[in-house]
């Protein structure tokens, strides 16, 4: 039978060809892969506390894995490392902890794409499952930047203009450096760039220090699910900036 | 052309197709089929037939009113506070607070009506709550009630605590612009550690007027 293998965090690039030799199937635990309510993790994780890591402990409750593999070192978090220990009490199978620290860019074709930006990340994100990056589509102009982690809700990625540009550990990420912190840190001060960060998390502080410094940035966070006031206040920031970019 | 304001609580309505001042009617009172032009707010999408969101009014509202290059402007309504803040003209900040602002406005009023209080005649407290949600600091009043405190010095600390609140969800600026129907309390107003220069509670209004 098919071995099934969850991922958490983005494990170094040596274990992701491994799992394609194995010909293992493999799920990215980050994202939501089964319907069932983050309450049901409770019980193992506090309620205040990072959605995608909910996300990762309701998962595994779930899936029936045979064993994981959890990146927890610098281009992860602290939160990872913790998660880590509960699993290990929580499940019966092997919790492979590992430490990225891969330098070797893999490039950053999507992140610098015209494309909708959902589609971009989606895109993004399935490229962890693979060790070799695909040849990208070319480059745009960026007219808007996102800054951040792939957020719990995709769906307010959907009020980003098609030429936005993708920093931070995303664009890591898709580079294949998550422990790359220049680059992470990293932003283009001629575009307005919303700084996103997931409610709970470090980032949140990098987030804001970044949006404070950057002449047109807001800083965002949002737990599992963007509510009204977060999706006004990112249609409300691309309005204003943009007519106020134009008149400049 | 008809602009409206749906606030939680209260409307505000203008024709612009007459000299006659915006109106304010009560949330409650609106006929059910009212339909505006171009409208913000509460259920603005159904009940418009254009709709811009209650940031971008309020910018567009602060841009017209204040016309300067750099300020902070506050809405505190009835449900949320929301503020926006320009630098050399351009919006370098803004927040809406539909959680720890909550019901703030509206819990002011309704103290008011309930202990049977006129904000006008109330003086600012020395000290107040430390607070930062309507419903959460009702609590507060109760507590300080049963040690001892007046309900009107316990209803002041609560707004005093709200206000300030409010002031440094909008970053604790020198000089404040303040929009929203709290503009008429001077308990509130004054209760602000900065300069606050009141505009009223049509300066959404303004913006949907500056976004035709
Ligand atoms: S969002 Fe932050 S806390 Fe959550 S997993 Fe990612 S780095 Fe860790």
Redesign the pocket.
């Given at each position: 039978m098919t071995e099934r293998v969850g991922i958490v965090g983005i494990p170094p690039r040596s274990v992701i060809t491994d799992l394609h030799r194995r010909r293992v199937l493999i799920f990215d635990l980050d994202e939501p892969q089964v319907r069932a309510s983050l309450d049901l993790t409770a019980s193992h994780l506090p309620r205040v506390y990072?959605a995608?890591?909910r996300t990762v402990v309701l998962n595994a409750m779930h899936l029936h894995l045979d064993c994981i593999y959890i990146d927890v070192g610098p281009g992860?978090?602290d939160?990872?490392l913790h998660v880590s220990t509960i699993l290990k009490n929580m499940l019966d199978i092997p919790i492979h902890c590992t430490r990225n620290q891969d330098m070797e860019g893999a490039g950053i074709p999507l992140c610098r794409t015209r494309m909708p930006l959902l589609a971009k990340m989606t895109g993004i994100t399935a490229g962890v499952l693979e060790p070799e990056p695909e040849k990208g589509p070319a480059a745009c102009r960026p007219t808007a930047g996102f800054w951040g982690?792939p957020p719990r809700d995709f769906s307010l990625l959907t009020l980003f203009p098609d030429t936005t540009h993708v920093y931070g550990w995303t664009r890591c990420m898709e580079n294949k450096t998550p422990a790359d912190l220049e680059l992470e840190s990293y932003v283009n001060p001629n575009v307005p760039t919303v700084f996103f960060?997931?409610s709970?998390?470090?980032?949140t502080a990098l987030a804001k220090f970044l949006a404070d410094q950057h002449p047109q940035g807001l800083y965002l966070d949002c737990d599992v699910t963007a509510g009204s006031s977060a999706r006004a206040k990112i249609e409300a920031f691309f309005e204003l900036s943009h007519s106020l970019f134009s008149e400049k | 052309m008809l602009l409206a304001d749906f606030g939680t609580s209260y409307c505000k309505l203008l024709d612009t197709e007459t000299d006659r001042a915006p109106e304010v009617i009560a949330t409650r009172d609106l006929e059910v089929g009212f339909m505006a032009d171009l409208a913000t707010g509460h259920n603005a999408a159904r009940r418009s037939k254009q709709s811009i969101n209650e940031l971008t009014a309020l910018a567009r509202g602060g841009e017209k009113i204040i016309g300067g290059k750099d300020f902070v402007l506050l809405d505190c309504g009835s449900r949320d506070i929301k503020f926006v803040r320009y630098a050399e003209g351009r919006v370098v900040d803004m927040g809406w607070n539909a959680e720890c602002g909550a019901s703030m406005g509206f819990t002011i009023e309704l103290l008011a009506k309930y202990y049977d209080l006129d904000y006008g005649e109330i003086a600012v407290p020395d000290t107040g709550f430390s607070i930062t949600c309507g419903v959460l600091g009702m609590s507060n009043i109760f507590d300080a009630v049963i040690s001892g405190l007046s309900e009107t010095e316990a209803v002041a600390k609560f707004v005093r605590g709200i206000a300030r609140n409010a002031y440094r969800f909008a970053g604790s600026p020198e000089r404040l612009y303040l929009s929203g129907g709290l503009c008429d309390n001077p308990l509130f107003v004054g209760s602000f550690p900065c300069n606050v220069i009141s505009l009223g509670r049509f300066v959404l209004l303004a913006g949907l007027q500056a976004s035709r």
């Open positions: 990072c995608v890591l992860k978090c939160c990872a982690v960060a997931q709970f998390c470090a980032k | -």
